[in-house]
C-alpha cells in the first residue's frame, strides 16, 4: 500500500510539473486578466465601482469552462434520455419522468 501511495505521488508530481501543464496554468492566468479587463471596461470607475467577488467567481468559472471545452476534459455522466451514468446503478435527476 505503501508503494502503490508513493507511485500515485510521484504521478501526480510529474504531472504538476510538467512543461504541458505549466503551460495550460499560465494560459488560464492569462485569460483570467484578459476577460477581467474587458468586465473592468464596463464599470464606472468615477463612482468606485469595483469587480465584486461574484464577479470575480463568474469570470473564473467561464474561464475554466473554455479550459474544458479547449481541452475537451468534458465528463459524459449523462446519457441521452437524462439518466446519470456515473454509478453502477441507474439513476435519474431530481424531477426527472420515472
Request: net charge negative; hydrophobic share 30%.
Amino acid at each position: 500500500m505503501q508503494l502503490d501511495i508513493y507511485d500515485n505521488y510521484n504521478r501526480m508530481l510529474r504531472v504538476a510539473h510538467s512543461d504541458g501543464h505549466q503551460q495550460r496554468i499560465e494560459d488560464s492566468a492569462n485569460r483570467m486578466e484578459e476577460v477581467k479587463a474587458e468586465r473592468t471596461k464596463l464599470l464606472n470607475h468615477n463612482e468606485g465601482e469595483l469587480l465584486s467577488i461574484d464577479d470575480i467567481q463568474d469570470i473564473y468559472i467561464q474561464v475554466k469552462g473554455e479550459e474544458r471545452e479547449k481541452y475537451n476534459f468534458a465528463l459524459n455522466t449523462k446519457s441521452k434520455n437524462g439518466d446519470i451514468s456515473d454509478y453502477l446503478e441507474a439513476r435519474r435527476p431530481f424531477g426527472a419522468a420515472q
